[in-house]
């Protein structure tokens, strides 16, 4: 095969992705929120592709990964329903009274909690939902929130790793790669368990003064109750249902969107005193927006084949050896991820890897490094993952409260406890691919 001569429309194509990624990452800088940037850069890539005939609307439109864009919609939706019952300050409760104030053994309960949430809903949710409540817990118990909120963070973005709908990149990769619910946890599930355990052992050396002071008081029977006990019952039900429909969606013939809104049909019928306009209102539809974006950006790249002219020098590394080129993807994925956000990173790495299988190449390896990568490498910064912002918010508020300054979050505290925690990860991971690389290397299909 020959070897691609750059042309005028790839290097146009490659001009817009940059100043689009450039304009995403720093949106912290100018001001701009990163959904902008992302709409920007996919009427500019339509424009251009237009002008040299490389892009068209209808092709933009088939860019798209409408799978992606109506399970995260849908799922939304399922959790604006589920959040005002209570359940959740319920489980929070329960698991402290069970911890009897031991320390670490309430940071294991929590995390576990936050760890099995997120294989279903995404990080940030999780977060959303245990951030306010282990504030309240620490303020009861008389105990530090740092550990608690570190923890909550580390095993969000880490127990979202596990499953096709526990992070938006699993999404992006499992629909691309044609990877079903089943297939990636049993891929990433051990991979996720080993990280699990090294974040907790982490945690527990890093944040050892403030888990060996002793707790006082306790959470009260009263105070977190149930506000729609039924609905949160009915509510669990439904969850049931879609898992087990997650894990028969391929055999079914269903996109994984299917079982999404399958489940959120079922919810709105039986919460019959919800609006369909109310389970709506917490859709985010400026990230809807940023993904349809994004992929119309990624899409015009890929037909002015610029990932293919990138491709070709990636191809003799991974050809030569395999293992080594997987877990450099998946450090490289993980530094990117800490750095910047994992969903552009992710969103170009994409059809590179697909363009890679097209020539023959066996990435199958390749895709669960990239998960593994993107998925744990957010929890390297305070702003590795928009899971870790809200945390840090929520502290930085607390301490403006409280006029405490050692309870909020700095990048400083971040750095001597996250870091090493996403460091472990990785080695912990890069050892897991290495001693059953060849289970990682099987085909998919």
Excluded at 141 to 155: C, G, K, N, R, T
Excluded at 274 to 296: H, K, R
Aim: aromatic share 10%; charged share 10%; hydrophobic share 60%.
């Amino acid at each position: 095969m020959e070897p691609l001569v750059p042309t005028e429309e790839m290097m146009v194509s490659g001009a817009i992705l940059a100043i689009t990624f450039v304009g995403i990452f720093t949106e912290h800088v100018h001001g701009f929120e990163r959904a902008k940037f992302a709409m920007l850069g996919a009427g500019m890539m339509m424009l251009a592709g237009q002008y040299y005939g490389f892009y068209s609307p209808v092709l933009a439109i088939r860019a798209v990964d409408w799978n992606v864009v109506l399970l995260l919609g849908c799922m939304m939706a399922i959790v604006a329903i589920i959040l005002p019952t209570g359940g959740f300050e319920a489980i929070a409760a329960w698991l402290t009274r069970i911890s009897g104030g031991r320390q670490f053994l309430l940071m294991t309960l929590l995390g576990t909690a936050v760890t099995v949430i997120s294989l279903m809903l995404d990080n940030v949710t999780t977060v959303v939902i245990f951030g306010p409540l282990i504030v309240l817990i620490a303020q009861s118990l008389e105990v530090s929130p740092i550990p608690y909120l570190m923890a909550a963070a580390l095993l969000s973005d880490t127990g979202g790793v596990a499953t096709l709908v526990g992070d938006p990149p699993n999404l992006m990769i499992g629909s691309a790669a044609h990877i079903d619910f089943n297939t990636f946890f049993i891929h990433m599930g051990g991979v996720v368990l080993t990280a699990w355990i090294a974040i907790l052992a982490a945690l527990r050396w890093l944040c050892r003064r403030d888990l060996a002071k002793p707790s006082h008081g306790a959470v009260g029977e009263g105070r977190l109750v149930f506000r729609d006990r039924k609905l949160w019952y009915q509510s669990l039900l439904v969850l049931a249902v879609m898992v087990v429909l997650f894990m028969l969606h391929h055999s079914l013939g269903w996109e994984p969107w299917m079982v999404a809104a399958f489940g959120l049909t079922m919810l709105l019928f039986i919460a019959r005193r919800i609006a369909v306009d109310q389970a709506m209102q917490d859709v985010e539809i400026p990230l809807l927006i940023f993904f349809i974006s994004l992929f119309i950006v990624v899409g015009g790249v890929e037909h002015s084949h610029f990932l293919e002219f990138i491709g070709q020098f990636i191809l003799p590394f991974i050809e030569s050896d395999l293992m080594t080129a997987t877990v450099v993807l998946m450090w490289a994925a993980a530094i990117l991820s800490a750095m910047i956000d994992n969903i552009p990173f992710t969103a170009a790495m994409i059809p590179i890897l697909v363009g890679l299988e097209q020539q023959g190449v066996n990435v199958t390896p390749l895709w669960w490094g990239l998960a593994v990568g993107v998925g744990m490498g957010g929890n390297g910064t305070h702003i590795g993952s928009t899971a870790n912002v809200f945390i840090v918010t929520l502290s930085e508020r607390l301490a403006k409260e409280r006029e405490d300054p050692s309870l909020a979050i700095t990048p400083a505290v971040w750095f001597k406890t996250g870091t090493p925690a996403m460091l472990a990860t990785l080695i912990a991971s890069s050892i897991v691919f290495v001693l059953f690389f060849e289970f990682f290397s099987a085909p998919i299909h």
